[in-house]
């Protein structure tokens, strides 16, 4: 494909000047209103581009929004660069200042002398620059990603604001982009520490009540349980670090590890991008730990993976006849995650590549099986996954759900935690039959459909908003913006009807849509308590 047309999907984005509004061609219903926000990287020059930053990543973060009005029929788009440290002061340094996964940091002219003997010494400055997530604690929506630092933002205006720090918030070192709320209103939380040995820490946050903030909330945090990396030395990276069920929460050591010691020395030697003090140890194998929601207490450690995995993001989590069920979408390895250089992007060379990622499910029983002989299949509920006792541990081998490429998976929130029937997700970039689509999967019946774009059509994420008079859990609109790279061509949002898969509507904008990590909705009737 001419590199003119790859060019259009990474290129660097600009703010919009003013709101553009688009007409919905097609029909939305009537209980579909709010806000849908995006984030993720959206410039990657500095200098009049005269420096770009190496990793798609790397990319200074932007939120997109899109404000649905279906009494309208249409759609108000925006975009803005979040105002973080890292952002502001690259344009004024023209290079990054801090360090980021792919690009090492440069010196900053804005910096009084003593400051610069102090980043000498200590030469490594985690960077704010927030690409990867969105979510919301209490009445506030804040980007986040995978250093110690988190911004709040107006979903409205998309004003920056208050800058946190996990350190002193939670006393987590680094922190997980995908915080997870529950039924109950209690935000979980999971995060890294370094100084006091290397662990791996559980934070509960209580829910929000009357007449407190969230600052209150996060003063009421607390670390419910640590554990221990299994490696000297190592520890695991992890992007969507655990997942929940009704009573447990399961955290996965995976073996792409942040080593130590290279960290020490790369930081020693003042070249500090991430990507040079992590690896994949296949050898070291995936293990599974399940710890009790109420006590904090770790009820079972010694699950073993038959395969090395990576992965960034679990589908869902249930429990059913004392087995816990756990659903990922998961990689045979991590080259895909350093192929993807805004060089190698930009070119075209990821997309010719076969496609990567593949849903899996695996199933861990939670009764004491000791004296079990260790050819017996411990797994009771119906899926060809299997669990086998070999001494004092219990291997793992999952069951295939998914065909080879999808990822950014998606279920119902009426089902987040409990038995499903669907999952939905996008895509991955590569050769593969789930290009260009979203799909739908019946993990019961093991069939699925498809929304399907040209093939110069990319969709991102999907969000499924769920009618709120609806009884199932595909009863909503799934919502995605898709990215074509055809120069001329228009990128647009695109609603579809979970139940059926057929598009019912899509507003098509003159303005670029930017890629995005992941996203956000927020209904209507709760804009007023999130927008200042």
């Known amino acids: 494909m001419p590199e003119k047309e790859i060019l259009k999907m990474y290129q660097s984005a600009e703010e919009t000047t003013e709101p553009e509004?688009?007409?919905?061609?097609?029909?939305?219903?009537e209980w579909l209103e709010g806000n849908f926000l995006q984030i993720g990287p959206a410039k990657w020059e500095l200098d009049n581009g005269q420096f770009t930053l190496n990793h798609m990543i790397d990319g200074f973060?932007?939120?997109?929004?899109?404000?649905?009005?279906?009494?309208?029929?249409?759609?108000?788009?925006?975009?803005?660069?979040?105002?973080?440290?890292?952002?502001?002061?690259?344009?004024?340094?023209?290079?990054p200042v801090f360090t980021e996964f792919g690009t090492q940091s440069y010196p900053d002219p804005g910096k009084s002398f003593f400051s610069k003997m102090i980043s000498a010494c200590l030469p490594i400055e985690l960077s704010d620059n927030?690409?990867?997530?969105?979510?919301?604690?209490?009445?506030?929506?804040?980007?986040?990603?995978?250093?110690c630092y988190f911004r709040s933002?107006?979903?409205?205006?998309?004003?920056?604001?208050?800058?946190?720090?996990?350190?002193?918030?939670?006393?987590l070192n680094v922190d997980s982009p995908h915080p997870i709320t529950d039924e109950n209103g209690v935000t979980w939380q999971m995060g890294n520490t370094f100084m006091t040995?290397?662990?791996?820490?559980?934070?509960?946050?209580?829910?929000?009540?009357?007449?407190?903030?969230?600052?209150?909330?996060?003063?009421?945090?607390?670390?419910?349980?640590?554990?221990?990396?299994?490696?000297?030395g190592m520890m695991s990276y992890s992007h969507q670090a655990f997942t929940l069920t009704k009573n447990y929460i399961i955290f996965i050591e995976q073996p792409f590890v942040i080593n130590i010691s290279k960290a020490a020395k790369s930081i020693i030697k003042g070249s500090p991008k991430f990507s040079e003090y992590v690896e994949w140890r296949p050898e070291l194998k995936n293990r599974f730990y399940v710890i009790e929601k109420e006590s904090g207490k770790i009820i079972k450690k010694d699950?073993?993976?038959?395969?090395?995995?990576?992965?960034?993001?679990y589908i869902n989590a249930y429990e059913e006849n004392n087995q816990i069920v756990l659903d990922l979408c998961s990689y045979e390895n991590v080259d895909f995650l350093f192929r993807n250089t805004v060089e190698a992007l930009r070119s075209g060379y990821c997309n010719q590549l076969p496609a990567e990622g593949t849903a899996h499910r695996y199933v861990l029983p939670l009764t004491p099986v000791n004296d079990t002989p260790e050819n017996i299949n411990l797994v009771e509920v119906k899926s060809e996954a299997e669990a086998f006792r070999r001494g004092s541990t219990i291997i793992l081998t999952p069951e295939i759900i998914s065909e080879?490429?999808?990822?950014?998976?998606?279920?119902?929130?009426?089902?987040?935690?409990?038995?499903?029937?669907?999952?939905?997700?996008?895509?991955?970039?590569?050769?593969?039959?789930?290009?260009?689509?979203i799909t739908k999967f019946n993990t019961k019946m093991k069939t699925k459909r498809n929304w399907i774009g040209s093939e110069t059509q990319f969709p991102g994420e999907p969000q499924l908003i769920l009618n709120p008079n609806g009884k199932t859990e595909d009863d909503g609109i799934l919502i995605s913006v898709v990215t074509d790279e055809k120069m001329n061509a228009n990128d647009f949002?695109?609603?579809?009807?979970?139940?059926?898969?057929?598009?019912?509507?899509?507003?098509?904008?003159?303005?670029?849509?930017?890629?995005?990590?992941?996203?956000?909705f927020i209904p209507k009737e709760n804009l007023d308590t999130h927008c200042c």
């Open 303 to 313: 699950f073993y993976a038959s395969q090395p995995f990576f992965f960034m993001h």
């Open 404 to 437: 080879v490429g999808v990822d950014y998976p998606i279920v119902s929130k009426k089902v987040y935690g409990k038995k499903n029937n669907y999952f939905f997700g996008s895509g991955t970039n590569g050769i593969g039959i789930f290009r260009n689509k």
């Open 153 to 171: 933002i107006d979903p409205c205006s998309l004003t920056s604001g208050e800058k946190y720090d996990s350190n002193k918030c939670f006393g």
């Open 61 to 95: 973060s932007m939120i997109s929004k899109f404000s649905i009005d279906s009494s309208k029929q249409e759609v108000l788009f925006e975009k803005k660069f979040l105002q973080s440290d890292a952002y502001k002061r690259a344009l004024v340094a023209k290079r």
């Open 130 to 147: 927030n690409t990867e997530n969105l979510f919301q604690l209490g009445n506030e929506v804040f980007a986040t990603s995978e250093t």
């Open 21 to 29: 509004i688009v007409q919905i061609n097609g029909t939305i219903p």
């Open 493 to 520: 949002i695109v609603f579809i009807d979970a139940t059926t898969m057929l598009e019912i509507g899509r507003a098509q904008f003159k303005s670029h849509l930017p890629i995005a990590m992941h996203g956000l």
């Open 197 to 232: 040995g290397l662990k791996y820490n559980i934070v509960k946050i209580p829910p929000l009540l009357p007449n407190q903030s969230v600052k209150d909330m996060m003063k009421k945090s607390k670390i419910i349980t640590s554990i221990n990396s299994s490696w000297t």
